[in-house]
């Protein structure tokens, strides 16, 4: 089974901008792997930002953007605000199956 | 609005099977989609565990294959999770939710492991 992989850890200023990656152990994420982005806060559901690579739900808010880069799924969080500290978790397909990313931790300081 | 909802026991020994189900509402299953559950252990990331579509058609993680089971009934508007012979590990909240977009999830229950 593919391993998922992204930064354990990062820390972003209010109004400031940080990415996050997702990375595959088999290779190069493509859009083949339909990339999802999810946000979860203590005590909460999941909640998905971003599917399919970079599209947004109706109540993503539009500071988010999902994108490829460098052979990885990336998140871009432009203008951090207080409440976007959370856990964040991609989730990639690998032909119906899917796998989980490790999370990275985002602290809005 | 659709609206999942997940229910069974809260405890289950080890060894035995743990049961789960997920009632959907605002949304009728067999009008497509798959369905699909995720689990979560305490303080730790997000796993995803299987999913169904509402002809019965599965993806299972292959990790969890030999001991899962994901059953779907339309006329109840429902779908069932199924781990056999568990053990601590597989203490976790467990979570049902609409797969492809993953846009709707249950509220999540936590499933504790222990005799």
């Known amino acids: 089974q593919a391993v998922v992989t992204q930064e354990p850890s990062l820390t972003v200023s209010p109004g400031g901008t940080v990415t996050l990656t997702c990375g595959s152990s088999t290779g190069a994420v493509t859009s083949g792997h339909y990339p999802y982005w999810f946000q979860q806060k203590p005590g909460q559901a999941p909640r998905t930002l971003i599917y399919d690579t970079s599209n947004k739900h109706s109540w993503t808010p539009a500071r988010f953007s999902g994108s490829l880069l460098g052979g990885k799924a990336a998140l871009t969080l432009s203008g951090a605000q207080p409440e976007d500290e959370a856990e964040y978790y991609c989730?990639?397909?690998?032909?119906?199956?899917?796998?989980f990313g490790t999370g990275t931790k985002v602290t809005v300081l | 609005q659709v609206q999942l909802q997940e229910s069974g026991p809260g405890l289950v020994k080890p060894s035995e099977t743990l049961s789960l189900t997920c009632t959907v509402s605002?949304?009728?299953?067999?009008?497509?989609?798959?369905w699909g559950w995720i689990r979560q252990p305490p303080g730790k990331g997000l796993e995803w565990i299987g999913s169904?579509?509402?002809?019965?058609?599965?993806y299972y993680n292959p990790s969890l294959k030999s001991r899962v089971t994901i059953s779907v009934d339309t006329s109840k508007n429902q779908f069932s999770l199924k781990l056999s012979s568990v053990t601590a590990a597989d203490t976790a909240v467990y979570y049902c939710?609409?797969?492809?977009?993953?846009?709707?999830w249950g509220q999540g229950t936590l499933v504790t492991v222990s005799s």
């Open positions: 939710a609409r797969d492809n977009y993953f846009d709707y």
């Open positions: 989730l990639l397909s690998y032909s119906g199956a899917y796998v």
């Open positions: 605002g949304y009728s299953i067999s009008s497509g989609y798959y």
């Open positions: 169904i579509y509402h002809s019965g058609s599965t």
